[in-house]
């Protein structure tokens, strides 16, 4: 099956906002074995969308629409796709009550305008939009083809194209309407190349459901995805592949889904409740910052330690001078100091430190910019590394932060530190 | 003029990358006054690519294309463009030197794929790029329309764009080549409207410099924008202009261009010879590390606390427990005592202390969600003030940290804190 996407909105091609659902339908269809040969972006101009809309449904099987649905003058998709695929329009009673009702609810009265928004092309199916005002349609055309109009805000399209355009376009395809089942595995301690090597016949095999691995700063993410009628169909046959993986690389996967690293490693802490400092000197605050992303971060984290000059590094945290004097800053025998004055000042079970180079400036031959440090405490363990890391200082400061929190999920995992 | 923008990539139809380029270049010919009514994008597939631009050549004056100018067998872009403006390739053989010595400086031997990156339109102009090895190109075409090509990485693309394409299309719309000059004003502490009703006369008389605001988390930009045959002389039809605003409304303007309101505080810090602090609760570390994100932020920052506890607060920072008691955790009372207590603790000159229920959960009647309080201390000034922020957790963090450093720089300007 061949599905164009279609973008309508004088707003995209001034460039006032980025178009966002391009990406995300193409990524969908793409998931969904459709192909998608064109992407076209036009204004809220009659003659020119209807031209964009007669050659796209002219050249493939199902065009997906979003944008210029809106109760406004300028929103003309609606009308458009309706003529295009020589449908008249009819008032909706349902959909015109519901308008009048929410309305209502606001004490406001509905222009004729907004009563637009209650036509429906004759034998459309009216996709309900629980985030907004305007219904999705899919309008059948000649030749068993199909029109589908999604709204533009992306908080509205996506969980209308998920639970009502998937099945439909599942069911077009064939057989019965599946839906798309994803999950997503998120590795820690692991580069992409070397997952990819230990799962190596797993991804060639390709079969249902497929594995796709994706690179992220400091991490890598696999995703998993099937075709099934219902979510927990695809999960039963993705399990015992996540199983499998599970079984070969399960030690560095952090979480699923949309977990983040904070999120897990702030789980792990209050599982097992620990309480977690942090002793900052490059990071500046990030790594506290990340563990209080969370909510609910508070049963975990009281105290961080912001250190970012060898006087601060002294009075919060107890550093000797001299150790500062003779082994620098950015050094294990220092961050081993500032953790273990962290862990007794916060009175917590883990404290992680962190001093490197961060640049663009500060680099030397010795320790060049990238250069990180970083040392974990606990009651009878103290650990350090040292790290070169690339990239600008931003990306240095983030990986900082990353490896600092794989360092604790290690800790408390009882894994090699 | 009429501009067509078509972008050539497999990888955009799948979704793998988002088409950031597609709203720069829609922003830029909008600055420039050039109509963009249509933007496509299809894969490299030959057939497709020449009759997308096929179609594009005949109903714009100018095509303007990215991606598909790489080495390999896929990029397809260069011949697509020459056989619809029908140009015959040839080798230049400065490029292909170039090439050469590009691969020979790196010990690699070039392959004769590589070699077609030589290959340019009879006619064309070619664009150096100082960023990849894909030059970009200009073609000709019949009726005086053109092609213009682009290599695909934004990194690539925005200077070859500003510095190359700018200067001919403003040539093509009759008269010199202009480049487009703009200048942005960075506000804080005033809200959109509030700007717009204060400039209301300015922004509507529309001349040239156009005048655009845009908001944005917590701040607002303003955008002036000229046509000029050197940055010189638009910065000089700019200058009044914003001599004009700044009489009115200039104590709001933190900075210009890319400059960041932590920047701005830093350099107002450094300027004066002081050092700042920071104690947080709710914002857990965000405040210093916005601080510190700026590179040489070591002359104005030594020491952040991150207190997320109430013990935190009174063992770090001496908040008193009766306070604690009497108040909350979020009160003016608290924020005082922290920001005062940091102030010490770290022997700077000036403190900022936030203590807020970023949520989603920790509200009530009396102190819902984004309730938060700020305290600054000096050394014979403490002022703290309540607001009530909105939005996520995040959005609620971001917008404690800026109103954080927008008091900061009040403070330090002698403003009204």
Redesign the interface.
């Given at each position: 099956m061949k599905a164009e996407l279609v973008f309508v909105g004088t707003e995209?091609?001034?460039?006032?906002?980025?178009?966002?659902n391009?990406?995300?339908?193409?990524?969908?269809?793409?998931l969904l074995g459709i192909d998608?040969?064109?992407?076209?972006?036009?204004?809220d101009?009659y003659d020119?969308a209807r031209a964009?809309f007669k050659q796209a449904l002219e050249r493939s099987d199902v065009v997906i629409a979003s944008g210029g649905l809106g109760p406004t003058m300028d929103d003309i998709t609606r009308e458009v796709a309706a003529e295009v695929a020589g449908l008249p329009l009819e008032l909706d009673r349902t959909i015109e009550a519901e308008l009048r009702a929410w309305f209502a609810r606001r004490g406001r009265e509905m222009s004729e305008n907004n009563a637009r928004q209650a036509l429906v092309p004759r034998g459309a199916t009216v996709l309900p939009n629980d985030r907004g005002t305007a219904p999705g349609l899919i309008l059948p055309a000649s030749q068993g083809k199909a029109i589908i109009l999604l709204p533009g805000p992306p908080i509205e399209l996506r969980p209308m194209f998920e639970r009502q355009v998937v099945p439909f376009l599942t069911a077009r395809m064939g057989g019965a309407p599946l839906s798309l089942v994803t999950r997503t595995l998120r590795f820690i301690d692991i580069g992409e190349s070397q997952l990819e090597d230990a799962l190596k016949d797993l991804i060639a095999s390709q079969g249902d459901p497929s594995i796709a691995p994706y690179a992220k700063t400091g991490e890598v993410h696999l995703r998993l995805a099937t075709k099934a009628a219902t979510s927990e169909e695809g999960l039963a046959r993705i399990a015992p592949v996540e199983q499998a993986i599970r079984d070969r690389v399960g030690r560095h996967i952090y979480g699923t889904n949309n977990t983040s690293l904070e999120q897990a490693v702030g789980e792990l802490l209050k599982e097992r409740g620990l309480k977690a400092t942090?002793a900052?000197s490059c990071?500046?605050?990030?790594?506290?910052?990340r563990?209080?992303?969370v909510?609910?971060?508070?049963a975990c984290?009281?105290?961080?330690?912001?250190?970012?000059?060898n006087?601060?590094k002294m009075?919060?945290l107890g550093v000797p001078a001299e150790t500062l004097a003779q082994h620098g800053a950015v050094s294990e025998e220092v961050v081993a100091a500032m953790a273990a004055g962290a862990l007794a000042?916060?009175g917590a079970d883990v404290a992680v430190a962190v001093s490197g180079i961060?640049?663009?400036?500060g680099g030397t031959t010795e320790k060049p910019v990238g250069t990180v440090c970083i040392g974990l405490a606990a009651k009878d363990h103290i650990t350090t590394r040292t790290l070169q890391l690339w990239g600008s200082?931003?990306d240095i400061?983030d990986r900082t932060a990353t490896h600092a929190l794989a360092m604790i999920r290690r800790y408390v995992l009882g894994h090699h530190v």
């Open positions: 995209l091609l001034l460039g006032e906002i980025l178009n966002t391009a990406q995300y339908l193409s990524e969908q269809l793409a998608v040969y064109y992407q076209q972006v036009v204004g101009n020119r964009v942090t900052e990071t500046g605050g990030l790594i506290a910052k563990l209080t992303d909510p609910g971060s508070s984290f009281d105290f961080g330690f912001v250190t970012y000059s006087d601060a009075k919060l000042a916060a961060a640049g663009p400036d200082r931003q400061r």
